[in-house]
């Protein structure tokens, strides 16, 4: 039986897409941190991506076949659930999380339609996240939860590779909410050690086709890699090199240092 729940009212209920649309036509280059959901201090790793500047989070939802995720991901995810989380707890906990930047949930599939499209649609609006990946999840078989995503008011944000066509991307672009997530290169998240020339490619293409906000991410990894990848996009997601630091003991006090060196590499 669908719960017709109410969203709390929330500082994040003013939409992915319209924060990340005023805060790049203000001229801001733009910057979604990811965090692993269920590790040890999360929350408060997204409080400190916010506090160095972030202009969205994304908050993984372990799974145990993350098809897109490398093995710094990987490990995070293997950390969290052995530390017993799940979908509904994570969320719990963003219920009362003090964020005031949106919040994108990044999943697989098969947790979405494991919960049906509906009601897992409803449970990321009651915790007041604003939009969702679900990067394993096809265009074409995709309008159930869609659907259920917009009765939401949960924006889809959707992939495009280096490798698809032209026509393809625009069917992307005309889809997806939020912003479009350019993947800059071919194969799973990771740290690199130079930004792929796909980057700039699969940028360029997507700004040609799209007014939504496009990010880059996958392989972006330092600071001067989001400065150069931004040069092609409105901003960048970077996941693996923010995660490994949390792996590392890092805690919030490095989350915060690092995503403030994001932000003044892009802002320089």
Not at 24 to 53: F, H, I, M, S
Not at 161 to 171: G, I, K
Not at 226 to 242: E, F, H, K
Request: net charge negative; charged share 20%; glycine share 12%.
């Amino acid at each position: 039986m669908s719960l017709n729940t109410t969203p709390p009212a929330s500082p994040r209920s003013a939409g992915l897409e319209a924060t990340l649309r005023d805060r790049r036509d203000a001229g801001t280059k733009l910057l979604v941190p990811y965090v692993t959901g269920g590790l040890d201090g999360w929350v408060q790793c997204a409080q400190a991506c916010e506090a160095a500047g972030a202009d969205a989070i994304e908050i993984g939802i372990p799974f145990s076949d993350p098809v897109m995720d490398g093995p710094v991901i990987q490990e995070a995810s293997v950390r969290a659930l052995n530390l017993g989380a799940t979908p509904d707890s994570i969320l719990s906990e963003l219920t009362t999380a003090d964020l005031s930047i949106p919040v994108v949930v990044m999943t697989y599939a098969n947790i979405a339609m494991h919960s049906g499209a509906n009601r897992f649609a409803e449970k990321l609006a009651t915790a007041g996240v604003s939009g969702a990946i679900l990067p394993d999840l096809p265009l074409d078989e995709g309008e159930p939860w869609f659907r259920a995503a917009d009765a939401n008011g949960v924006e889809t944000v959707l992939l495009g590779a280096p490798n698809s066509t032209d026509e393809r991307l625009a069917q992307i672009c005309e889809r997806s909410r939020g912003f479009v997530y350019g993947v800059s290169l071919l194969g799973v998240t990771g740290e690199r050690d130079e930004l792929a020339a796909s980057a700039h490619e699969i940028g360029g293409r997507l700004m040609a086709l799209t007014d939504v906000p496009v990010l880059l991410g996958v392989g972006v990894s330092t600071p001067d890699q989001a400065r150069l990848a931004a040069r092609s996009a409105n901003g960048v997601i970077v996941g693996s090199a923010l995660v490994r630091r949390i792996l590392d003991g890092g805690g919030p006090e490095a989350v915060e240092s690092f995503v403030g060196d994001l932000r003044h590499a892009l802002d320089g």
